[in-house]
């Protein structure tokens, strides 16, 4: 199996576990308005508190709660990934219907790596929103934290390999070195963000 072949699957998956989550932290944005004493099923300790999270600012910076930005983001993505799929399996695909071929298609996958740039951005302030300033985590934020970069990995490197950038020699070397590093990439991202919640939140390990 081809490569570009490989990832369509991964971020369907990806996606989907990052539509669930945001889908669970809406409906808790949704039980919490209701009723300010709500206790959540996610609320298991001071350290992990879902109520406390939900109901800070940081929780809701366009006004109203981060998660429906975020159960409309997945859902885009996960319709977007499958349409991907089709189009690797199929040579008249769905794919190829709605999104086009070559100049429009390059554009368009090119604003999804933006948009998915943008998600990483905005999970990175608000890991530390929630590591360094409120110092409680959210179970199903975590979640969404763990599944937004490998979206945005992977979907830049399919773009790559599908051609979509224009590369210098330059970009084009360190482009090569995304592709074939990009397991321990992922793996770096994730022990950069475990090894920071433990050393911030280690007096709670402690006792």
């Keep these: ?4 072949k490989f990832y369509p699957y991964i971020l369907i998956l990806l996606s989907a576990v990052g539509l669930l989550a945001s889908a669970i932290l ?3 944005a949704i039980l919490l ?3 300010p004493e709500a206790d959540l099923p996610c609320n298991i300790n001071p350290f992990l508190s879902c109520t406390s999270v939900a109901k800070v600012w940081q929780s809701s910076v366009f006004g109203f709660p981060n ?3 975020g159960t409309i983001a997945f ?3 996960f319709f977007f990934f499958l349409a991907l799929l089709l189009n690797t399996i199929e040579r008249e695909s769905l794919a190829e219907k709605v999104f086009g071929v070559n100049k429009h298609r390059k554009i368009f ?3 999804v790596n933006v948009g998915t740039l943008a998600s990483v951005i905005f999970a ?3 890991a530390y929103e929630s590591i360094f300033v409120l110092r409680t985590l959210c179970i199903y934020c975590m979640v969404v934290w763990s599944v937004t970069w490998p979206i945005f990995l992977y979907t830049t490197i399919w773009n790559i390999k599908e051609s979509h950038f224009s590369l210098n020699k330059i970009h084009k070397n360190f482009d090569s070195i995304l592709i074939k590093n990009h397991k321990e990439i992922l793996l770096t991202w994730y022990i950069i963000i475990v090894s920071t919640i433990l050393i911030q939140f280690r007096d709670f390990f402690i006792y």
């Excluded at 199996?1 to 570009?4: A, F, L, T, V, Y």
């Design 1 to 4: 199996m081809k490569i570009q």
């Design 33 to 35: 308005a209701k009723n």
């Design 75 to 77: 859902s885009l993505l």
């Design 109 to 111: 996958w090119s604003l």
């Design 67 to 69: 998660a429906i930005l």
């Design 26 to 28: 809406t409906n808790d």
């Design 124 to 126: 990175i302030w608000f």
